[in-house]
C-alpha cells in the first residue's frame, strides 16, 4: 500500500460498490487495498455481466427516484476520471399488464425531476415493437433518460486506473475474518491492518458477518442470454430497453448494444442460496423466467437460448429493495448494494461512503441516503415558478 496522507482503508470486495468506494477513496487521498476472494473482476460477483439497467423511473421506491440525477452524474464524472464512456443512452419502455402500482409515483418523480415521459398508445405496439405480446398489455409508458451501462468494461477499467494511482490488489485473497473495531482482516492465514475496513462482499456477506442476517439475504436469480427469430432481429437491434410489469410475473430485456447479447431477466426474488455453491441453471431455476417471457413476447418459443446464467443479488427480507449501508464497530463500514438496482448507484454510493470516511458527512446521514430516505427538498429542484397569467 502507498503511504497514505489521510490514512489506509481495506475494502473488501471487487465489484462495483468495493471497486466504486476504492475510487472514492484514493481521488481523497487515502491509501486503498483492495481484497477479492477470486480474480479481479470476479465472474462470480453479482457486478460482472455484459449489461445493466440503469433509469429514473423508480415505482414505490420513489426515494431512488430523486438520486438518480447524482448517480448519473457520478458515472459520468468517473467514465472521465478512467477515460472511457462505457453507458449506452436509451428510452425506457414500461409495459404495464396489471396494476402492480408502478405508475403514480413514477409519474410523480420523472415530473418532480422533469424528465420525459408519456404513454405510447397501445395501437402504436405492433409497429413499434413488433416483438411484444400486445395480449394483456393494458398501458405503455415511454420514459426518457436511461440506457445500458456495461459491467464488464467498467470494473475492467476501474481496476486498471485504480492500479496505475497506487491501489494495491490482492487477488484469491479471501477474508475469513474480521475485527471492525482493531481495522484487522485476515486473508489466507495473513492479518492486515489499516485505520479503517470497508466490507462490500455482496451475496457473500452473511459469511463475513451476522450484522445485517435480519435485513439483507442472498437470492439466486436466472437470467437468458437469447438470440432472437429473424423477423424479430432489426427490432431488437433498435428496440429500447424494456420491461414488462406484471403483479406476479414481469421480465426487463436488454437489447444487444456494442457488443453484447439480447438478455432477459425477471424481478422475482428467490431469497434463497448460497453465493459458493453450483451456478448450474436448472430448469426450475428458469420455469418462471420462461413463463413470465411468454407474457412478454410473442412466439418466444422460437427464441434460441444461448446462456442461462445463475448469479446472485442480495435483497431485503422486507419489500423495501433498499441499500443497507452502516458503520460496524468503530472502524469498519458494510456496503449492501441491493437487488436489481445496485449496478446504476454503485458509484454514488461508494462516494458517499467515502464522503463519511473523510468525514464530509456523518454516518447517519451516510445510511439514510444509501437507503433513498433523504431529505427530499435536499435533492431535488422546486418546481419552476408559472408564468403570470
Ligand atoms: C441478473 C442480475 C441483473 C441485475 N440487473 C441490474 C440492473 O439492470 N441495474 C442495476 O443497477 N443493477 C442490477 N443488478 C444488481 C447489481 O448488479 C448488484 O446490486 C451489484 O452489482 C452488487 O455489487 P456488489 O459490489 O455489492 O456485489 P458483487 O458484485 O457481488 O461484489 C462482491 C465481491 O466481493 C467478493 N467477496 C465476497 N466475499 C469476499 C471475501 N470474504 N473476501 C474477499 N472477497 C470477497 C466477491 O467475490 C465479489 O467479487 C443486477 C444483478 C443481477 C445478479
Redesign the pocket.
Known sequence: MMAASRGRVIV?????????TAWALEKRGFAVEV????P???P??????E????RHAYGTAEGYAYLMPQAFAMYDAMFRDIGADHFARSKVIYFIREDTGWYEPSARSLSRLNSGFRDIPLSDIPERFPMVETAGLTRAVETDEGGM?F?IRILTDLVVALGNRGVTFHSD????AVDPDAGLVV?NGREHRADRVVI??????E??TPVLSRTVVPSR???MYIAPPPEFAKAWADAPVLIDLGVNSGT?T?PPRRGTRLKI?DHVFTRAGD?DGDRIATPADVARLESAARLSYRGFDRYQVLEK?I????VTRDTSERFAVQPWGTRAWI????????????PLIGDTVAGAIAGERSPDEATRFAAGQMDLEEHVAPPAPQPAE
Not at 473488501?12 to 466504486?20: D, E, K, N, R, Y
Not at 481484497?35 to 477470486?38: A, K, L, P, R, T
Not at 448469479?311 to 442480495?314: A, G, I, K, P, S
Not at 456496503?335 to 454503485?346: E, P, T
Open positions: 473488501v470486495g471487487a465489484g462495483i460498490a468495493g471497486l466504486s481484497f477479492e476472494q477470486g479481479i473482476p470476479n462470480r460477483a453479482s457486478s460482472y455481466d449489461h445493466r439497467i440503469t451501462l459491467p485473497a479471501r477474508v475469513t486473508a462490500a462482499a455482496g451475496a457473500w456477506l459469511k463475513l436469480q436466472a437470467v426487463y436488454l431477466g453465493a446464467k448469479c446472485f443479488y442480495t456496503v449492501s448494494a441491493c437487488s436489481g438496482h445496485g449496478f446504476k448507484l454503485g
